[in-house]
């Protein structure tokens, strides 16, 4: 008889303080019945790596409109790797242009949601490709 | 008995997956917390409350940082509401306490309260056993926004900070039952702000009225004060005198022989909360899902049956084993 419910995290790794769409993401993720954990702006990759450990959660959300996203996403990604994390789905959002995508996906990302998305969307993928896990 | 071996190493990850798993109610997890428990015991388990924003998190965040110098390690379990309209939840307390992530002698769980109203989650009960058999020396237990009755921290905590800031009622909120009478040492919160003198006058006058035998072996909860935490040095300094005062608490539980009186509370809390998930939940369970659940709630919404009626008469076939 157990109760499993989706946990998530959202962070935003790097020097980038606009976090709106990472709160509005948060409230909506909230609307559709997860758990979400925020853990903030100006995060470090080890900072989100270690969150994502003792939080436990099914899905990471990452959010970076500087730019950098490049640099930090498959930071966190290889870390990930490092610590033997595989159960967990990173997904990223931002001002990514299209020639980055391919970069995004070998670095391990399994969704990129650029601006325009709408919220139906992200929750509909997260519905159909993440589970609790077991 | 691998997890608890684990958990018993230190390994991070399978504390935080056991800590899951006994919120999700899977029931191998339960096997492995009748495991841990014979080994609980150790930590000082401190709880933090107050009202929403008073700053809790700000103030467990600068108590993390105190017990760090200190040499001591440290489990937090920060509780945030969750909606009783998705079930989904924002855990929003870990933002204030980021700066400790990387430290391995730290670690920050957040928990939701899945409809429990006593200002906990379910599951810290057992979460705090997972940190306490993990070795953290302290367990910091922040409740979600408190009102005035969400006391339910008290079963679970030696040591109970109520968090108060300037500007939330008249004298008459000092003298209400619940949440003040529950305080081993209040903090007023954002000192520097108009009407924090008065606050700290009330919660004296308060104190001073109080029959003596209140206070466990003699301990009168003393008032303490926080400024601006955005000024590092007074913050530091206020933040250093509580986690000494919450050390001092500790030892007088100690030597006052008192302890053992708190640690009962939990017992009792403890046994209550199991049989009645051991005899309610599959009650209901098996209520449900025969369907005559639906035919009780048919009968009772039509007022042929009251309520109280079924319930004696359940429990009635329940201990005669014919349910």
């Known amino acids: 008889m157990s109760d499993r419910k989706l946990r998530v995290m959202v962070a935003k790794p790097g020097l980038d303080g606009h976090d709106r769409g990472a709160r509005v993401l948060a409230r909506c993720f909230r609307d559709a019945g997860y758990e979400v954990i925020y853990t903030g702006c100006h995060q470090t990759p080890e900072q989100i790596v270690s969150a994502v450990i003792q939080e436990d959660v099914d899905l990471l959300g990452l959010s970076c409109l500087s730019g950098a996203h490049r640099y930090l996403y498959p930071a966190v990604t290889k870390l990930m790797k490092d610590k033997g994390i595989d159960d967990v789905t990173v997904i990223g959002g931002g001002i990514i242009p299209e020639q980055d995508f391919q970069l995004m996906y070998d670095a391990g990302l399994k969704a990129i949601f650029v601006p325009g998305t709408t919220l139906d969307s992200i929750i509909t993928w997260i519905n159909t490709n993440v589970k609790p896990r077991n | 008995m691998e997890t608890t071996k684990k958990i018993k190493g230190g390994d991070v990850r399978a504390a935080s997956r056991l800590i899951r798993n006994l919120e999700d109610r899977v029931p191998e997890a339960k096997t492995t917390i009748k495991h841990l428990f014979p080994l609980t015991g150790k930590a000082h388990v401190i709880g933090i409350t107050g009202s929403p924003g008073a700053g809790k998190s700000t103030l467990t965040d600068g108590l993390i940082d105190m017990f760090r110098k200190k040499g001591k390690t440290v489990g937090v379990l920060a509780v945030d509401p969750t909606s009783p309209f998705t079930g989904g939840a924002i855990l929003g307390d870990r933002i204030r306490m980021q700066r400790h992530a990387e430290d391995p002698g730290v670690f920050v769980r957040s928990l939701a309260t899945r409809g429990a109203l006593g200002g906990l989650a379910k599951a810290v009960g057992d979460a705090i056993h997972v940190m306490d058999v993990l070795g953290k020396d302290i367990v910091i237990v922040e409740t979600v926004g ?174 005669e084993g014919c349910l």
């Open chain 2, 146 to 319: 408190t009102g005035q009755q969400e006391v339910d921290i008290i079963n679970h905590s030696h040591t109970v900070l109520v968090v108060l800031v300037p500007g939330m009622g008249d004298e008459i909120q000092a003298i209400k039952a619940g949440i003040l009478e529950i305080a081993d040492i209040f903090v007023v919160n954002k000192a520097d702000r108009e009407g924090s003198s008065k606050l700290s006058r009330e919660l004296m006058a308060m104190l001073d009225m109080a029959p003596p035998s209140t206070f466990q072996g003699g301990w009168r909860p003393p008032i303490m004060k926080v400024e601006n935490a955005f000024e590092p040095v007074g913050f530091n300094k206020a933040l250093e005198d509580i986690s000494n005062k919450i050390e001092e608490h500790h030892q007088h539980l100690v030597d006052k022989d008192i302890i053992g009186s708190r640690m009962r509370r939990k017992a009792v809390v403890e046994l209550n909360e199991a049989i009645r998930a051991s005899i309610l939940e599959p009650v209901l369970q098996k209520l449900l899902s025969s369907g005559q659940m639906e035919g009780l709630i048919e009968k009772v919404m039509k007022k042929e049956i009251d309520p109280y009626t079924v319930a004696e008469d359940i429990a009635k076939r329940y201990l």
